[in-house]
């Protein structure tokens, strides 16, 4: 099958395991009050699936000097750029009033605020160890960051892979610590699915074992609401395990919070319902084209596809969060590995790259990009 075709798939053992197996860990299920939800942004949404198809894009605008200064070597002509001659990228949150957004770089620590037509301009930067895939992994804003300009970050130290929280002016202090590490696998992620409530999705750090046992913090969706630095803060609920290696988590406002993950058979896209129940995966990518960031608004979610250097949109239904439809796929080839994932406050898909990072990376690489949609076509309103 290609990327783009889908594998039906019922549930097995040893799989998706959902929060009532996490009887072990802490009782209770994940409940999403989308009463209490609450935007980062002002929430875009998507227009009919018939908008968004799978096009050839154009060929990428060449890079040239700016007149002004010749002998830059980051200036890129193409007007889809949003930052360029960044280190390989980690995460990517849009922030309030949706024309800029924060980027971290996995390898520095450094987070960057960027925005079309200015310099990136260094917001944060944190110890992390970057060895193997590890590094500065997810970033995820306060939903009251206007107010408290707080930040979420999913890292890598030298023992353990964690979570952490930045205020302006202070060192960052650990909210989750002890998820494990390994030699590969690091990949986590973060998102809010209401105020109060943190989702941490974490590999499994190449152990499917540790991915479905209950007393491990691995390959799981963790729901955290001590969100500040306490002495024994209680234990995370398990929301979801089973995880491979993990992709991105991101939630709609329909109360549903979207989870993609690799695992050894295939690439997957699941949905926790807003009862916290899970069903089988929405889709699954048998040809594993390396699904990671994501980003849903009504009526659809994007996928990034990092091997398969492309931007998947998958139309969904309203009430079920059921997909309707072949993902297009957008922007293929165009921009090289994608990952980060956001959608900005005009209804466009950001995407970070990836190229330094197993790729071939550009002269202005790595780069933050907006991703072209089809010519006439309106896909996000």
């Known amino acids: 099958m290609t990327t783009g075709e889908r594998r039906r798939v019922s549930r097995r053992a040893g799989g998706v395991a959902i929060c009532a197996t996490a009887l072990i860990v802490t009782a209770g299920c994940a409940e999403f009050d989308d009463s209490a939800s609450s935007a980062f942004t002002p929430e875009p949404t998507f227009g009919s699936g018939a908008e968004v198809q799978p096009f050839e894009p154009p060929a990428p605008s060449s890079v040239a000097p700016d007149p002004a200064s010749p002998d830059d070597p980051c200036v890129d002509r193409d007007a889809n750029i949003v930052a360029t001659c960044l280190d390989t990228t980690g995460g990517l949150a849009m922030l309030p009033g949706g024309d800029s957004a924060l980027v971290a770089e996995r390898r520095t620590g450094r987070i960057l605020r960027v925005a079309p037509g200015t310099m990136p301009t260094e917001f944060a930067r944190i110890p992390v160890d970057s060895s193997s895939d590890g590094g500065l992994l997810g970033i995820a804003l306060s939903p009251t960051y206007a107010e408290d300009n707080l930040l979420y970050a999913y890292v890598t130290t030298p023992t353990d892979n964690r979570v952490v929280r930045i205020a302006?002016?202070?060192?960052?202090?650990?909210?989750?610590?002890?998820?494990?590490?390994?030699?590969?696998?690091?990949?986590?992620?973060?998102?809010?699915?209401?105020?109060?409530?943190?989702?941490?999705?974490?590999?499994?750090?190449?152990?499917?074992?540790?991915?479905?046992?209950?007393?491990?913090?691995?390959?799981?969706?963790?729901?955290?609401?001590?969100?500040?630095?306490?002495?024994?803060?209680?234990?995370?609920?398990?929301?979801?395990?089973?995880?491979?290696?993990?992709?991105?988590?991101?939630?709609?406002?329909?109360?549903?919070?979207?989870?993609?993950?690799?695992?050894?058979?295939?690439?997957?896209?699941?949905?926790?319902?807003p009862d916290g129940t899970v069903g089988a995966p929405v889709w699954t990518w048998p040809d594993k084209p390396g699904v990671a960031g994501c980003a849903a608004a009504q009526g659809a979610i994007a996928v990034a596809l990092t091997d398969a250097q492309a931007m998947a949109v998958l139309t969904t239904e309203a009430a079920t969060g059921a997909v309707t439809a072949t993902p297009a796929l957008l922007a293929q080839k165009l921009y090289g590995r994608l990952a980060g994932t956001a959608i900005s406050g005009e209804g466009q898909i950001w995407a970070a790259t990836v190229n330094k990072s197993g790729g071939e990376p550009g002269p202005t690489d790595d780069r933050v990009v907006k991703i072209p949609m089809p010519n006439g076509g309106g896909g996000f309103d």
């Open 168 to 273: 302006p002016g202070d060192t960052p202090k650990d909210v989750l610590t002890g998820i494990p590490r390994g030699n590969a696998g690091n990949a986590g992620a973060l998102t809010f699915a209401r105020p109060g409530e943190l989702l941490v999705l974490t590999g499994d750090t190449e152990n499917p074992a540790a991915a479905t046992d209950p007393t491990s913090l691995a390959g799981k969706l963790l729901r955290v609401t001590a969100l500040t630095s306490t002495p024994n803060p209680p234990r995370p609920a398990v929301v979801l395990s089973g995880i491979g290696r993990a992709g991105g988590v991101c939630a709609d406002h329909g109360g549903g919070v979207w989870v993609t993950d690799r695992t050894v058979v295939e690439d997957r896209l699941q949905r926790v319902r």
